[in-house]
């Protein structure tokens, strides 16, 4: 029997209710919608220029030059997910505190950095970062947003949101002629990347091993060829292409946009 556009329509909405209802982020023909809000805490590190933040786990280099700002946070091992969650945006929510600033209904920061666990305390007192704790150690420009920084740590509310960005997919290479190391940047919607692949114009598609954080890394004799990337989202499983990002007189420590991002 058809199925009228208007009959579809809602049965995306109510397919998008039911994941979003059940905590957990929702995909819809590749589109990523929120996660509902969790408790968490959130403390800081660094001081008004963010300058500790830069560079970090993820391997983002200088978050200003590449597009991330100061709105960023390091994740607990338990929300890092072993570098799978670089790039990945949330909503913060300062809650039951007389430190939040009540006029402030969230900010929106992107995971850039892991805060490693402090087994020397406990994680009540000091470990704030130890499993399974969900937190958000955030830049202190950040943090100032949502609360007054002289509390040091304040309970706060947290989901996933779609990660907006301008632009296509960015790569930063490193590495050498037959060991590429690339870093994806900018990358849209669930602002996460769980597989890649590099085609040189000579090649085949070549599956690429995740590194850490948010770099891949292929085996393979790539010199001299053009180069192009398949993507796949954690989050989303959508996969996209980026045709010809690098020229065949690419180079390791340059960085190449495309014109395609997730959704």
Not at 166 to 174: A, I, M, N, T, V
Not at 199 to 223: D, P, V
Request: hydrophobic letters at 40%; proline letters at 4%; charged letters at 10%.
């Amino acid at each position: 029997m058809a199925v009228s556009l208007q009959h579809r329509r809602l049965l995306l909405i109510l397919f998008s209710w039911m994941f979003i209802m059940m905590g957990k982020p929702a995909t819809v023909a590749g589109l990523f919608q929120p996660s509902q809000w969790t408790q968490a805490h959130a403390t800081f590190y660094g001081d008004e220029s963010a300058s500790a933040t830069m560079g970090g786990a993820c391997g983002y280099g200088n978050l200003l030059i590449n597009g991330y700002g100061t709105d960023t946070a390091a994740l607990s091992s338990t929300l890092f997910n072993d570098g799978y969650a670089c790039g990945t945006c949330y909503e913060i929510q300062c809650v039951e505190s007389s430190a939040c600033f009540s006029n402030v209904p969230y900010t929106t920061v992107t995971a850039t950095n892991i805060c490693p666990p402090n087994w020397a305390e406990a994680s009540d007192n000091g470990g704030w970062c130890n499993p399974p704790r969900p937190h958000f150690d955030m830049s202190k420009p950040a943090f100032m947003k949502i609360a007054q920084w002289k509390a040091g740590i304040v309970p706060v509310m947290y989901r996933r949101v779609a990660c907006v960005k301008s632009g296509g997919l960015r790569f930063s290479f490193q590495g050498n002629g037959y060991w590429l190391l690339v870093y994806v940047m900018n990358v849209g919607g669930g602002g996460d990347i769980s597989n890649m692949w590099v085609k040189g114009s000579g090649t085949e598609w070549i599956s690429m091993s995740h590194n850490w954080g948010a770099s891949y890394q292929a085996f393979a004799t790539l010199s001299g060829q053009s180069l192009s990337f398949k993507a796949t989202s954690y989050t989303t499983k959508e996969t996209i292409i980026a045709w010809n990002v690098a020229p065949t007189n690419w180079g390791v420590g340059l960085t190449y946009s495309s014109n395609v991002n997730f959704s």
